[in-house]
């Protein structure tokens, strides 16, 4: 049996004593959040230039809904000064406070943004109207025609789903064809390095004529963009594994089919994900570009539509919801990503 003398378990309590209150420090958050005051400053300083400085009214009636987002912007002011002075000694807050941190900058930097956006148009008009409008006025635009955005945004997100869906797999299908198969390879991959630079958009003409109706020929030209890159990048993946994993594999007795579904293609996944992301990026061009000039629905026609109308406020209120949709399916695409590829953790740096 081994015993501690007096003098180790002293030395062990007084390094623990000291150590105690660094190790409160890093469990414990501050007592003070500044960037959190700062933004609290800030939207408070939003809130009431825009609630109490009279608009500068240009030919028209007065922009709705400016006192409601001055007092909205008050109260998150209130919010942000109270968690910034008390989050940290209330336990419920202390996840919300964590959240918060990080984004402590752009907290700052939004109200700014807003607030001098606000002073160029509603409270000057140095930017001149129709053409700019102030941030009340999307308000108005969410609140009045929610209905036909509504619509349009469903509309895009049907679109969109079925050709990225269609082109997605094709591309897969291809790609790991491609790369397993030297013989379909020789025959493919010229035809994909002549057509796949090509852009989609060129092809409306051609496609709007051969296929049935507009719409079917948007669900090919979104597929045909996002096919190339996921074609490409799954076939380098799955051309690129390592060959002693299937000389492993086969000492063990696996077969064909086990080859390609369990060894090459796991291996390609991160250039599968690779190629989707590409994919959708150029999928969202294309699929603007074919509301546009031939699909009578979605975000793209949303655009053409209150152009036409030159009321643009309705055009940067679609704006602001397109760059919301396309980030959260590239958001989507990440989560997925990460779930897929979670044994690779560490491994994957995009």
């Known amino acids: 049996m081994t015993t501690t003398s007096p003098s180790t378990l002293d030395t062990r ?3 623990l004593t000291a150590n105690a209150p660094r190790q409160a420090a890093v469990a414990r958050p501050g007592r003070l959040w500044p960037t959190g005051l700062l933004a609290a400053l800030a939207w408070a300083a939003f809130g009431a230039i825009t609630w109490r400085w009279p608009n500068k009214v240009a030919g028209f009636s007065d922009w709705a809904y400016t006192e409601e987002l001055g007092i909205a ?5 209130a919010a942000l000064a109270g968690l910034a002075l008390a989050g940290a000694s209330l336990p419920p807050l202390h996840r919300t406070l964590a959240t918060l941190r990080p984004t402590g900058p752009w907290l ?3 109200p700014l943004g807003f607030l001098g956006w606000e002073i160029l148009t509603a409270k000057t008009a140095l930017l001149p109207t129709p053409f700019f409008a102030p941030p009340q006025a999307l308000i108005e635009v969410y609140v009045d025609d929610w209905r036909r955005l509504g619509d349009s945004v469903l509309n895009t997100i049907r679109l969109l789903g079925l ?3 269609y082109g997605g797999v094709a591309g897969f299908l291809i790609g790991v064809s491609i790369g397993w ?3 379909l390879g020789y025959w493919v991959h010229p035809v994909l390095r002549v057509l796949g630079p090509l852009p989609s958009t060129a092809l409306l003409p051609l496609t709007f004529y051969f296929f049935p109706s507009s719409y079917s020929a948007a669900v090919f030209l979104i597929a045909l963009a996002t096919a190339f890159p996921v074609a490409v990048l799954t076939w380098s993946g799955v051309a690129s594994v390592n060959k002693s ?3 492993v594999a086969r000492t063990l007795g ?3 089919w086990f080859l390609v579904l369990r060894v090459a293609i796991p291996a390609a996944l991160p250039q599968v994900f690779v190629g989707l992301f590409m994919g959708l990026g150029a999928s969202f061009s294309v699929l603007v570009t074919a509301e546009m000039m031939g699909v009578k629905s979605g975000l793209g026609w949303y655009l053409t539509w209150a152009q036409g109308w030159a009321s643009y406020v309705n055009m940067y209120a679609a704006l602001i919801v397109m760059a919301l949709l396309f980030s959260g399916v590239i ?3 990440f989560a997925v990503r990460d779930r897929a590829l979670s044994w690779q953790k560490g491994t994957v740096k995009w």
């Open 13 to 15: 309590h007084a390094s």
């Open 73 to 77: 912007a008050l109260v998150a002011a």
């Open 108 to 110: 700052v930097a939004l």
């Open 163 to 165: 050709g990225v869906a």
């Open 181 to 183: 198969s030297r013989r």
């Open 245 to 247: 994993y299937y000389d």
């Open 254 to 256: 696996a077969s064909g």
């Open 331 to 333: 958001t989507l695409l």
